[in-house]
């Protein structure tokens, strides 16, 4: 009896716990906290990160993986650890509210950075805070500082303040603007820029006997220190770092680029060699070395990278006396908006060359801003692309070039292939280069000339078929290079195959990834590894394509993989410490924040590392299931549903739809409060709401019309199975699904209302619409893009195709109240169109509001103009669909001259 009372009696505990969970409301998003800058020491005993709240300031926290100890600094940000694991250092400065008083006060926001020994707990701090990084050894700390406030001096030098951490001394050098520690970290090297260049040059510094050695000082700037280990591999450190190099010129006022001297300084840890190549050198003519692209070696130390570009005259004019016109010619290459947007980036872009200071020649090896180097590890030849012949309107999520191989040394090239859309990779030793043609994956070789069908002998396409654009299907990607350098893994839609670099054989890896489909992945845990060796045990990703389940698995050569970890939930933001067999991973569910959790390489008894969310407990937050349904096409589909909090099996609830086109993949995803423009799934589910996240695919020439197919089909399966109330359904779609949502709207009744964001609403004249942002014309994205009516698919050649798929021809349809979303400024959709759907439907007495946000792009981005869609949007749906009373705005509007922004200060 005793037994019986006590189980009641937990019984009730827990169900007046349960039932005293708290709604979510917008009120409550202040109090969640995402995790970012996670940073965990080379011999995994600590790790750092920052709990960023929404509307708030950063915390960095300082975990001691061991004591589970935690050491907190506010407004603390960019965490490292020395590489030997003895300090720790961050950047802290003030928080919003402080920063923006600071602003309109016109005075500085300064960092602060700080150094604190995870041995005795010491800490050492540096005000005016611009850069800081450790030595690679561990040994030193330097902490570049910005000007004291009121220093306007023309000069960009600056105070550098280096840490000696093994004696504790600390030494300032003044009226540095760059400095470089060299990966041996022996060596320290650094610019002055002084007051009149007086003093200016690339000094050295001996870290083991604080000497120091003037390479080069004269009356001039001095730019782009690099050492020759910049880019070489761990175990090239200890025979590189003995050669640097950096430009020095002086400014012409009239000329537009400063023409710069490259120095190279060679064998540093002994006599050393210095090789330059001046301005006024032959081989440059009316070129010049630029500081607008940095310099860095070839892999061998033997030659260095530079930017060349076309010196020009300076011409004085009067904008006064100047005709303000563009000329939008049908010839242009590219249209004149693009032109505009990439202006800036066109004056910065540089053609590229290669010193060999050895032997002190330059070879240019472009001369076109459409061509470009595929840079390698490989001494003589390399891949460049050159992208002019296809420049188009049309390209979208494509760039196609003709391949060459050219010699670095002579700048000789051979065209390798013709228009090539899919580009894949160089091999790490940059003998090979791997590309797709047509189906078929092709590895050339570049040192004997040779292309070959690796894909030939297997019987499966490495080609996504699923691919959702009418434009050439991407490959599946390249998943790395075997340590024997004669293979090449591939990945297929859910195996990694191991294809022969001469062809001779092709081999299923993973071997049960299509029969469980399964999608397996390299993990890459291994940072600095650029070879994969299948003589050891490989980590790989998986993921249940209709499960949804994710984890990992090991792999040994010749094995099936075997499961390490595999669970319904996903898992994401696997690194492993350098220097010990321990990784950290993200681990989330739909009622689960992805915290972060440390294990071993066989992913066995993880600990949790970070609790970012313990309030997440208090709330009522539903759960989710998967939904299987199918298309009128016949096409097997799935969605993620969220059952709402305290879901009653059997009862039908008011139901929103949201979606864009694959959805599904998110089933495990935390709905993470958060101030933006979309319905957070767990709000609406803590406060009685189904909402459903259905897949969707699209016939090409029929956008809208295979959007209504895929969102009605879904909404009746939940109709079907009792989950939705067929009566209080509504529907919401941003961008491309806005468009979906806005055609939808003029097809069907089924829905009570809906809600459009940024909406594409009349096909024709969004054709011949600018992205804002990047200046191309719409052409790409309607034909071989997103609403993918086809190549060559024009409104003036198929136009009963276009009116049939535009919601601006049925307008006279619509009978559904709706709500529509739009920023001013948005550089995707232009706001037009917005306005378009509205003024259509306003004329026509059709039940809307328009949303017009002044000033917003895309996607809303000022917290309280995010604040306000969020209580407008659940205010609308729950309107309509729960039967609230509607506030003021709802039926009435608000009168300009009543609008609270307009008569704030």
């Known amino acids: 009896m005793k037994k019986i009372c006590l189980f009641l009696l937990i019984a009730l505990m827990s169900f007046q716990g349960f039932s005293q969970q708290k709604t979510l409301q917008l009120e409550d998003y202040k109090r969640w906290s995402r995790i970012v800058q996670p940073v965990l020491a080379d011999d995994g005993s600590w790790f750092a990160y920052s709990l960023r709240p929404n509307g708030g300031d950063d915390t960095l926290h300082l975990k001691n993986i061991a004591t589970d100890n935690i050491e907190r600094f506010e407004n603390g940000s960019n965490p490292i650890f020395s590489s030997d694991v003895q300090h720790f250092a961050f950047f802290t400065q003030p928080g919003k509210k402080k920063s923006e008083e600071l602003k309109k006060e016109k005075k500085p926001v300064t960092k602060t950075a700080f150094l604190k020994s995870l041995g005795n707990g010491k800490t050492f701090e540096v005000s005016r805070a611009d850069k800081m990084e450790f030595s690679e050894d561990g040994k030193f700390w330097a902490v570049h500082r910005t000007k004291p406030e009121g220093k306007k001096n023309s000069h960009k030098g600056s105070d550098l303040v280096i840490h000696d951490l093994e004696s504790g001394n600390v030494m300032t050098l003044g009226n540095v603007e760059e400095f470089s520690f060299n990966k041996r970290s022996d060596k320290l090297a650094y610019t002055v820029s002084a007051e009149d260049k007086i003093g200016n040059g690339v000094f050295l510094l001996d870290l083991h006997n604080r000497s120091t050695q003037v390479l080069d000082a004269e009356k001039s700037d001095y730019k782009h220190l690099v050492w020759d280990d910049h880019r070489a591999d761990r175990k090239e450190w200890g025979s590189k770092g003995k050669t ?16 710069y001297d490259l120095l190279v300084f060679a064998n540093l840890d002994n006599s050393p060699n210095k090789h330059q190549l001046e301005k006024d050198n032959t081989a440059l003519a009316d070129l010049v070395i630029s500081d607008l692209s940095r310099v860095y070696f070839q892999e061998n130390g033997k030659g260095v990278w530079v930017g060349l570009k076309q010196q020009e005259a300076k011409v004085k004019m009067s904008k006064d006396t100047i005709p303000n016109v563009d000329v939008w010619h049908h010839k242009d290459d590219r249209i004149q908006s693009v032109q505009m947007v ?80 899919r580009p894949l990779e160089v091999s790490p030793n940059g003998r090979f280069y791997i590309y797709q043609k047509d189906s078929a994956l092709i590895v050339y070789d570049l040192e004997n000339d040779r292309k070959v069908n690796v894909s030939e002998k297997a019987d499966v396409s490495f080609m996504n078929m699923d691919h959702p654009y009418p434009h050439e299907n991407p490959p599946y990607g390249v998943a790395g290079w075997t340590k024997d350098e004669n ?35 390299l993990a890459n845990l291994e940072r600095e590894e650029k070879w994969v060796d299948l003589d050891k045990t490989i980590i790989l990703t998986a993921y249940g394509e209709w499960t949804k389940k994710s984890g990992f698995y090991a792999l040994e050569k010749g094995k099936e993989p075997s499961e390490l ?46 609790n970012a969310n313990p309030q997440h407990a208090e709330y009522a937050w539903g759960k989710r299931k998967l939904v299987d349904f199918e298309n009128g096409r016949g096409d097997k589909l799935q969605g993620t549903l969220t059952l709402p909090a305290n879901y009653e099996e059997g009862k039908s609830y008011p139901t929103i739809i ?44 029929r956008p809208g019309t295979s959007a209504l197919d895929g969102i009605t089909s879904a909404a009746n399966k939940l109709i079907e199975l009792g989950y939705a109330d067929a009566d209080r359904i509504g529907l919401q779609g941003h961008s491309w699904s806005g468009y979906q949502t806005s055609f939808i709207l003029t097809k069907t009744d089924m829905f009570k209302c809906i809600v459009t964001g940024a909406p594409p609403t009349n096909l024709e004249s969004f054709y011949n619409n600018i992205y804002g942002s990047s200046g191309t014309v719409h052409h790409g994205i309607m034909e071989i893009g997103q609403v993918r009516m086809g190549r060559g698919v024009t409104p003036w050649t198929h136009r009963e195709d276009y009116q049939r798929e535009n919601p601006m021809f049925h307008i006279q349809n619509i009978n559904t109240p709706f709500l529509i979303l739009h920023g001013t400024k948005d550089g995707a959709v232009d706001w037009a169109q917005g306005l378009e759907l509205y003024n259509a439907a306003r004329r026509m007495g059709k039940e809307v509001i328009f949303l017009s946000y002044p000033n917003e792009g895309h996607h809303l981005t000022n917290e309280a103009n995010q604040k306000d869609f969020q209580v407008r949007m659940k205010e609308y749906f729950d309107h309509y669909l729960m039967d609230k009373e509607a506030p003021t705005w709802m039926e009435s509007g608000v009168p300009h001259s009543q609008k609270l922004y307009e008569m704030a200060e």
């Open 244 to 259: 640097l190099a950096f430009l020095k010129g002086v400014a012409d006022d009239s000329l537009i680029h400063t023409a």
């Open 487 to 521: 293979h090449v893994i591939v990945n297929h839609e859910f195996d990694l195959w191991l294809l022969a670099l001469d062809g001779s054989s092709a081999e299923n890896l993973t071997k049960i990834g299509t029969d469980k489909e399964i999608r397996f992945r």
């Open 565 to 610: 970890v595999y669970d319904d939930a996903m898992f994401g933001s696997a690194q492993k410490a350098r220097n010990t067999e321990k990784v950290v991973f993200t681990r989330q569910t739909f009622t689960e924040f992805p915290d972060y959790h440390l294990a071993d390489m066989r992913f066995g008894k993880p600990k949790k590392l970070t």
């Open 342 to 421: 990439r202006a800036e980036r066109n004056r910065r872009n540089t053609d590229t060359g290669l010193f060999d200071f050895e032997k002190g020649t330059l070879t240019q090896l472009t001369d076109h801003p459409d061509q470009s180097l595929v840079m390698s590890n490989h001494n003589r030849y390399l891949i460049k692309r050159d992208e002019k012949p296809y420049v188009s309107d049309i390209n979208w999520g494509v760039s196609p070039a003709d391949l060459y191989r050219v010699d670095v040394s002579s700048g000789d090239e051979k065209m390798i292939e013709e228009e090539i859309n």
């Open 658 to 701: 949201y979606f864009y086109e694959k959805m599904s993949d998110r089933h495990h995803q935390y709905s993470m409060p958060v101030y933006d423009d979309r319905p957070h799934m767990s709000t609406y589910a803590s406060n009685g709401y189904m909402v459903f996240m259905p897949d969707n695919v699209y016939e090409e020439g």
